[in-house]
């Protein structure tokens, strides 16, 4: 898939650190008009502001509260692109005391999180004349090793979106 950002309005989520700052980068230098850099903290993206001035527009976001994601949306009405890029990871076996908490959490973020995003940005994208809605996985959420059993349980149900596009044809 190919799709231009140059002169594009972009929304990322975990843009503080990591993947979702190198995202946040890459956008601007290959000409974004505008990232919207949605974090927990706006404080946390301060040295991306510094480093780019008004093309970094902070937004508070927290994927385990729907109602920052319908402000976010609100906020940011002019996205044509959203990068879903936020996750968590909280290490656990499926027998350890804390797996239910762990998988609490991480559905909270990983799964609903997703499906907030996707349900308030959905309108905005078809207003602005349609765009683009990515979901960002990494390695660690795909691979399984010995504390990432809760993690794995996530996976199946973020990716039922991707394996069926046709239930999100009329968006």
């Known amino acids: 898939m190919n799709y231009d950002i140059k002169d594009k309005t972009i929304l ?16 601007i230098e290959h000409g974004a008009t505008k990232v919207y850099a949605a974090v927990r903290q706006i404080n946390s993206v301060s040295s991306l502001v ?15 509260d729907p109602k920052s994601i319908v402000a976010a949306a609100q906020t940011a009405s002019d996205v044509q692109i959203v990068i879903n890029n936020a996750g968590v990871f909280q290490a656990g076996t499926p027998l350890a005391e804390d797996a239910i908490a762990a998988l609490e959490f991480q559905m909270k973020i990983n799964v609903y999180g997703l499906i907030y995003m996707a349900g ?6 078809k207003a602005n004349g349609g765009g683009v809605f990515a979901q960002i996985n990494s390695v660690a959420s795909l691979k399984g090793f010995p504390d990432s059993a809760t993690l794995l349980l ?18």
């Open 50 to 64: 510094e480093q780019y001035g008004d093309q970094v527009v902070p937004i508070q976001v927290d994927l385990g």
């Open 12 to 27: 990322v989520t975990g843009a503080n650190r990591g993947i979702g700052k190198a995202i946040v980068e890459s956008f």
């Open 154 to 171: 996530t996976v199946p149900q973020k990716l039922r979106p991707i394996q069926s596009p046709r239930h999100y044809e009329n968006y």
């Open 120 to 125: 308030a940005f959905a309108p905005v994208l």
